[in-house]
């Protein structure tokens, strides 16, 4: 609620109000939808204000044909996205996914087979792309400039697998 009513400026007045409008959002939209409200609202680094912009600029994708890797790769940045933008600091990035899938894995949203598997396929594209054109190819998808329309979250959090029927941050 405060990324999308209020302002910055810290005081007493506007966490009153934050804390109203919360339960007026709780009140109206299912967890499901204010997630998706979250989500295509925060910002991912490098120009990117919603999780469609995001999935198109660094993967050129539309979020539901993302994998795990990029689903997990992605749910990492908005916890400093100027720090962890994959245009910014890759390494970073795979750091902090690395967090975000053992927190998974910590919360049971992930079987340890199932985080290994993703983390797996992320070595496999750093590989690749050490000995072949795959980096460049990678790279380009992630420093191209993404353009959406906002829509479609549910992906990143519900893939069909794992606890409750998805993966969730």
Do not use: W
């Not at 409008?21 to 009140?27: S, T």
């Not at 979250?38 to 919603?50: D, P, Q």
């Not at 795979?94 to 053992?102: D, G, I, M």
């Not at 329309?149 to 893939?159: A, E, F, H, M």
């Amino acid at each position: 609620a405060k990324n999308m009513y209020f302002s910055q400026e810290k005081t007493f007045l506007r966490k009153v109000a934050e804390l109203f409008v919360a339960f007026e959002l709780e009140k109206n939209y299912t967890k499901d939808e204010i997630l998706e409200l979250y989500v295509n609202t925060i910002y991912f680094g490098s120009g990117y204000y919603c999780v469609h912009d995001a999935a198109q600029g660094y993967f050129e994708k539309e979020p539901e044909q993302m994998n795990d890797y990029e689903s997990t790769l992605l749910a990492g940045i908005p916890n400093a996205p100027s720090v962890y933008a994959l245009t910014n600091r890759p390494e970073l990035a795979l750091q902090r996914q690395r967090t975000v899938v053992e927190c998974m894995v910590e919360q049971k949203y992930l079987t340890r087979e199932e985080a290994d598997r993703i983390l797996q396929e992320g070595e496999q594209i750093q590989q690749a792309g050490q000995n072949n054109e795959y980096t460049a190819e990678y790279h380009s998808c992630l420093s191209s400039a993404g353009k959406g329309n906002g829509d479609g979250i549910g992906v990143l959090l519900q893939r069909g697998q794992g606890k409750a029927g998805g993966l969730k941050i």
